[in-house]
C-alpha cells in the first residue's frame, strides 16, 4: 500500500470516528430523555415514534438529498450528515428506551411507589438500572448502523471513509474501495464487539 | 405536610366508591379500622379487596368518599411521607431484582436517611426476625432464593423502617401450603409481639379465621359483613355461606 494512502485512510477513519460520534452524542442526548418522555406521556407515543420510523424507512441517500435545500440545517458537508445520521440512530433508542421501561416487572414498580420513593428515585434507580440492558442494545444497533449509514455522508461532501469507496467506484480503483470499505467494517465489528462486552458486564451486575 | 403516623394508626373508609370505566368497584364501603387490629378483607377476586387497600397507601384514590389513616384523609397527606410510614407486601413480592438482600430491606430507612449504621443493624434483626441468617443472605440477590425465602425478605423489607400500619396483599398465595402455614406462624408471632395495625387481604377463609382480629367480607365491591372470626363462622350471610362451604 503507498504511503500517501495510509495516510489518508488515518485521517478519513479518524474522520469518519468523529461523524459517528458526534452524531450519537447527540442520538443519545436526545434519544434518551424523550424514551423517558414516552413512558410517561402516552399521547406523545404514536406521533415521536412515528415520526423517528419515517425518517428510519426513508433511503439514506434520499435523506441526504432532502436535507441539502434546507436552510440551516442543510447544505453541503459536515453538519447536513450529522443531522441525518441523528435522525437515523433516534429510532433505535427510542424505541428501546421506551420498550425496556416498560418491561420493568409491574410489581417491582409498584412497590418502588408504595415505599414511598419519589418519581426521580423511580426512574433512576429501579427503571434505568433495570431498562440499563434493553437501551444499550439500543446504543449498539444505532452506532453500527450510523457507522454504515456514515460513508454514504461522503456524498453530499460531509468526508469520512465513504470518500474512498466513492472515489474508487468513480475512478474503477479497487484498492481505494477497500481503503475504504475494509476500515469502515472493522469500526462497525469493534463497537459491537465493544457494546457486547459492557451489555455482559451491565447484565451481571 | 409530613408527620409520620403515630403509635395509633387508625383507619377508616367513609362512604368510599370506586368506579373504573363503568365498574363499579367499590359501593359505599364504610369500615374503621382501631390502632393494634389486624383486620382481614376476604372476597373473590374482583370482590374490590385489593382496590380498597391500595387507597390506604395511596396508590388509588376513591371516586367519592374519604380514606382516612389517623383521621386524615389521604388526598390530604405527603404521599411520599405516607408511603414510607406504611409497610406493604404483595404477592408478587416486587424485590428489586438489581439490590441484594440486604439493599432490598435497608431500603425505606436508606429513602428516610437514616445513618447507615443504624440501617445495617435493622437490617440484621430484621433478618434474623424473619428466619433468614444474615451473614448467609445479606448479599445474596433475590433470584438466588426460593420463593418462601424472598416473601419473608418482603415482609422484613415491610418492617424496616418501624411502620405503624401493615398492608398485605395476599402475600402467601402463590407459596406451598406448608411454607405459606409457616410463614402464617411468623406473621402471627410478628402480630402479637408488634402490635402493628395490620390489614390483611386473602381470598382463602382458612387464612382469615387464622390471621384476623377482625374479617371484612366484601361481595361486589360491598361490605357484606364485618365481625371476628369467631362471630364469622356463625354468620348467615349468603357469601359467607359460600366461603365457609370452601373449609
Redesign the interface.
Known amino acids: 500500500m503507498p504511503p500517501y494512502l495510509l495516510q489518508e485512510m488515518t485521517q478519513l477513519t479518524f474522520e469518519h470516528i468523529v461523524l459517528v460520534l458526534v452524531s450519537m452524542a447527540i442520538a443519545a442526548a436526545a434519544g434518551l430523555p424523550l424514551g423517558v418522555l414516552l413512558t410517561r406521556r402516552t399521547a406523545l407515543r404514536t406521533p415521536l415514534l412515528g415520526f423517528a420510523n419515517v425518517m428510519q424507512t426513508i433511503p439514506s441517500l434520499a435523506l441526504f438529498g432532502f436535507l441539502i435545500p434546507i436552510p440551516f440545517i442543510g447544505g453541503i458537508g459536515k453538519r447536513t450528515a450529522i443531522v441525518a445520521l441523528v435522525l437515523y440512530a433516534l429510532l433505535p433508542i427510542l424505541r428501546n428506551t421506551l420498550a425496556g421501561i416498560l418491561g420493568v416487572d409491574a410489581a417491582v414498580r409498584e412497590s418502588a411507589i408504595a415505599m414511598g420513593m419519589t418519581g426521580r428515585q423511580l426512574l433512576w434507580e429501579v427503571e434505568l438500572p433495570l431498562a440499563a440492558p434493553t437501551i444499550l442494545a439500543g446504543v449498539r444497533i444505532a452506532t453500527v448502523t450510523t457507522i454504515g449509514t456514515a460513508t454514504i455522508a461522503a456524498a453530499i461532501g460531509a468526508g469520512g471513509l465513504g470518500v474512498f469507496i466513492f472515489r474508487g467506484i468513480a475512478s474503477v480503483d479497487t484498492t481505494q474501495i477497500l481503503a475504504g470499505a475494509i476500515p469502515a467494517a472493522l469500526l462497525a465489528l469493534l463497537s459491537d464487539g465493544g457494546f457486547s462486552w459492557i451489555e455482559r458486564r451491565v447484565s451481571t451486575a | 405536610m409530613g408527620g409520620s403516623l403515630s403509635q395509633a394508626a387508625a383507619l377508616e373508609f367513609r362512604g368510599v366508591s370506586y368506579r373504573i370505566g363503568g365498574n363499579l368497584v367499590l359501593d359505599n364501603l364504610n369500615l374503621r379500622i382501631e390502632s393494634g387490629r389486624t383486620l382481614v378483607l376476604l372476597g373473590r377476586s374482583g370482590s374490590g379487596k385489593t382496590t380498597a387497600l391500595k387507597m390506604l397507601?395511596g396508590?388509588l384514590f376513591p371516586s367519592s368518599g374519604d380514606v382516612l389513616v389517623e383521621d386524615r384523609a389521604t388526598t390530604s397527606w405527603d404521599?411520599?411521607?405516607?408511603?414510607?410510614s406504611?409497610g406493604?407486601v404483595?404477592q408478587?413480592?416486587?424485590?428489586?431484582?438489581?439490590f441484594t438482600i440486604g439493599e432490598n430491606v435497608a431500603?425505606?430507612p436508606r429513602?428516610k436517611g437514616w445513618p447507615p449504621d443504624r440501617i445495617a443493624a435493622r437490617v440484621a434483626e430484621l433478618l434474623e426476625q424473619v428466619g433468614l441468617e444474615p451473614a448467609k443472605f445479606l448479599d445474596r440477590y433475590p433470584r438466588q432464593l426460593s420463593g418462601g425465602q424472598r416473601q419473608r425478605v418482603g415482609v422484613a423489607?415491610a418492617l424496616a423502617a418501624e411502620p405503624k400500619l401493615l398492608l398485605f396483599d395476599e402475600p402467601f398465595g402463590a407459596l406451598d401450603p406448608v411454607t405459606r402455614v409457616e410463614l402464617q406462624d411468623q406473621f402471627l408471632a410478628l402480630r402479637d409481639r408488634l402490635h402493628k395495625t395490620s390489614i390483611f387481604v386473602t381470598h382463602d377463609v382458612r387464612e382469615a379465621l387464622r390471621l384476623g382480629t377482625e374479617i371484612a367480607l366484601l361481595c361486589r365491591g360491598r361490605l357484606e359483613v364485618l365481625t371476628t372470626p369467631d362471630e364469622f363462622v356463625r354468620s348467615n350471610g349468603p357469601e359467607a355461606c359460600a366461603f365457609m362451604a370452601t373449609l
Open positions: 397507601n396508590l404521599l411520599i411521607e405516607l408511603r414510607r406504611i406493604y404483595i408478587e413480592v416486587g424485590l428489586f431484582p438489581h431500603l425505606v429513602l423489607r
